[in-house]
């Protein structure tokens, strides 16, 4: 078993355990990182290698479980190398989504502290969140928990210095440069701004997961009373939220 960097010498085939491939690729959270590791994942779809189960996207690298009695480490990184040159070959699939956001009341107790940080007005905090495209860089760390990457910088803003013991589904929250949707109750150190009666994840659902990496999500803020409607619509098993296009 074995590691190391393709030819062009950016990216490292590691291994996780004796059933997983790691490939990382530069450490740094960029589009174009991130770019990388959806297309090998496309490329895998479209070029299976006998013995690959499932590939899953992060920021930098895509982890590739294996059955090692069908392939082993080494033949695994001979198959993937090959498909990194041609990872671009394959387009683009991500769907760019408008999703219902309430900012405010119980759902955005670090909003006042966070706009008080940064100088600006709660108004300004949200039309600036609000306001901007962002790309779906990963789902996971815990199930329908979704990584926007995209934010303003105005808004860059360490995590709490305590967690919270649970906060919400659907919470929408900033931590550093990033900022996420909540797919599931559970303890959380970023800043809450607000909700979406949105749900990112439902098991009870043929496809889980709403959202995708690669996929878009612009925010339309909307009231407390349509939040309660549209919580009820989603309650009912519908989805709220807009498909806009397809990239």
């Not at 450490?27 to 290698?49: F, G, K, M, T, W």
């Not at 070959?89 to 006042?112: I, N, Q």
């Not at 502290?113 to 789902?139: C, F, G, K, P, W």
């Not at 009231?223 to 009912?236: I, N, P, R």
């Amino acid at each position: 078993m074995t590691t190391g960097t393709d030819p062009a010498g950016h990216v490292n085939l590691r291994a996780v355990a004796d059933c997983a491939l790691l490939v990382e690729f530069e450490n740094r959270i960029a589009e174009s990182i991130n770019d990388q590791v959806l297309n090998l994942s496309r490329q895998l779809e479209a070029n299976p290698v006998a013995g690959i189960g499932e590939a899953v996207p992060g920021y930098r690298a895509l982890l590739i479980h294996y059955d090692p009695l069908t392939i082993d480490f080494d033949s695994l990184c001979a198959s993937i190398r090959p498909l990194l040159n041609r990872a671009a070959t394959v387009p683009r699939s991500g769907k760019r989504w408008l999703v219902p956001v309430f900012y405010g009341g119980e759902a955005a107790p670090d909003l006042p502290q966070l706009a008080n940080r940064h100088s600006l007005s709660e108004e300004e905090v949200i039309d600036i969140h609000s306001s901007t495209l962002y790309r779906v860089y990963m789902v996971g760390f815990a199930p329908g928990w979704t990584f926007l990457g995209g934010l303003d910088p105005r808004l860059h803003t360490p995590r709490l210095d305590s967690p919270r013991a649970e906060v919400p589904a659907g919470c929408i929250s900033i931590g550093g440069q990033q900022t996420l949707i909540g797919g599931q109750a559970m303890p959380s150190g970023w800043n809450l701004i607000g909700q979406t009666p949105e749900r990112t994840f439902a098991p009870e659902r043929e496809n889980p997961f709403f959202l995708a990496a690669g996929d878009e999500v612009a925010i339309r803020p909307i009231g407390q009373a349509e939040f309660d409607e549209l919580s009820g619509q989603v309650a009912a098993g519908s989805r709220v939220s807009r498909e806009l296009s397809s990239q």
